[in-house]
């Protein structure tokens, strides 16, 4: 009999374990049906002793003290700052586009007057959706967004989503911002760092040492249902699974990862360089630039999308479409009705994109709101 049977050991379920067996000094049994705790955040050292992240390179970034005091009990952390460049006729220019992107895409002179516009209509610092620029009443303006939008966006949509942008939700498109700014930093968040000693090992100091935290890895929850005692379940994996997908399944987009390595100590000049018009695959990270590892060799892991299968292969990224989050809105009703006993938490049970510090702040939220009353 444990009090709280937990479904999934990726952020949204470590850290619920973890918050429940040390403030509250209850029993948590948590499965997983991967072989490894950490979820999709899980990293791990390839044959070459590289530490890889086995589902598509994970940075740490928020604005959130609160989070980062909290992972903090876990580790320390390395500065990292990540940069992006996209590969567009040739040359790697840095993403989200900004006032360097301009200089290295157009000549001299034409870049200095468009960079002189767009101080002029927005002032240094803005971020400018790429939808209102394009809307733009300067037809300099709205060329260069249209420039924007063709060569870095567009195509790039088209390869992660396998759809066209308008059959996406507005909101996607309007998030692509113009950066008016020469700060070439992907992420401009208060907080970025990558853990000193990888996410596993923060996992390990997170559950790893707590007599009341057990892990049963291999195990899918479908298979146990009905032989564990619990007093409460919390289920991190996909909401309409657990409904036996009585509404129809949400759809997700999935990817398939290359980890190349490589006998060189740098491959390419970034951590990150994106493939908008060019290849199958979106793009290509360096993880030592990442994870600060020093070694004389180097792996990069390279994201093709695929479309998601159930049973094949991983549900990675929720469609932003309406009439899946209408359908995910009829799985919510369902759980409103078993509340009492089943709380839904994490990316796969919202169906959401959440990036890993929104998530815990996610946990942290549930644990103090539903389960620290007790
Ligand atoms: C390619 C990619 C790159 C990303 N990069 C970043 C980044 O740079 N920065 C950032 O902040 N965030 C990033 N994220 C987001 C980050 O991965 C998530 O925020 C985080 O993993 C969510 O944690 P979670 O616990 O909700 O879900 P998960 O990590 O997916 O954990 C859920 C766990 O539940 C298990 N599970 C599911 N069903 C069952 C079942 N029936 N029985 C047993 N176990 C089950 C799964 O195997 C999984 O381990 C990225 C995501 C992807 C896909």
């Known amino acids: 009999m444990v009090d709280y049977l937990i ?13 429940i067996a040390t403030v509250l000094g209850k029993k948590c049994l948590i499965v997983e049906k991967r072989s490894h705790i950490g979820g999709n955040a899980y990293d791990y050292y390839n044959e070459h002793g590289i530490l890889v992240h086995k589902y598509g390179p994970h940075i740490f970034h928020t604005n959130s003290p609160k989070v980062v005091e909290y992972l903090s009990q876990f580790t320390e952390w390395n500065q990292y700052e990540h940069k992006v460049l996209a590969n567009v006729d040739g040359k790697n220019i840095p993403v989200p586009f900004n006032l360097n992107s301009l200089a290295q895409a157009f000549p001299a002179e034409k870049a200095e007057h468009l960079e002189k516009l767009l101080l002029e209509h927005f002032g240094y610092g803005t971020k400018i959706p790429i939808l209102q620029l394009r809307q733009s009443t300067s037809g300099e303006l709205a060329d260069l967004a249209e420039f924007i939008y063709q060569k870095i966006f567009l195509h790039y949509t088209k390869k992660q989503w396998n759809l066209e942008p308008d059959e996406l939700d507005d909101a996607v498109t309007a998030r692509v911002p113009v950066f008016i700014s020469h700060d070439n930093r992907y992420f401009q968040d208060d907080f970025q760092g990558m853990p000193s000693f990888g996410y596993t090992e923060l996992f390990n100091k997170m559950i790893g040492n707590n007599p009341l935290i057990d892990v049963k890895l291999n195990t899918d929850y479908n298979d146990i ?4 005692q619990f007093k409460k379940l919390i289920f991190t994996g996909p909401i309409d699974e657990y409904f036996d997908y009585k509404f129809g399944a949400l759809p997700y987009r999935s990817l398939r990862f290359e980890h190349e390595t490589y006998n060189t100590d740098y491959y390419q000049e970034t951590g990150t360089i994106n493939y908008p018009n060019t290849y199958d695959y979106t793009r290509r990270t360096e993880l030592k630039y990442l994870t600060s590892q020093i070694h004389e060799k180097t792996t990069c892991t390279i994201e093709f999308p695929q479309p998601f299968i159930i049973g094949e292969n991983e549900p990675y990224y929720p469609i932003p479409q309406t009439h899946n989050n209408t359908l995910y809105s009829k799985y919510v009703r369902e759980a409103e009705m078993i509340a009492d006993s089943v709380i839904f938490c994490g990316r796969l049970a919202d169906y959401k994109y959440y990036n890993m510090d929104q998530v815990v702040a996610r946990a942290l939220h549930i644990f103090e709101k539903r389960i620290n009353l007790e």
């Open 7 to 19: 479904v999934g050991a990726g952020f949204s379920g470590c850290v619920l374990a973890e918050r």
């Open 225 to 228: 249902q009905g032989s564990i």
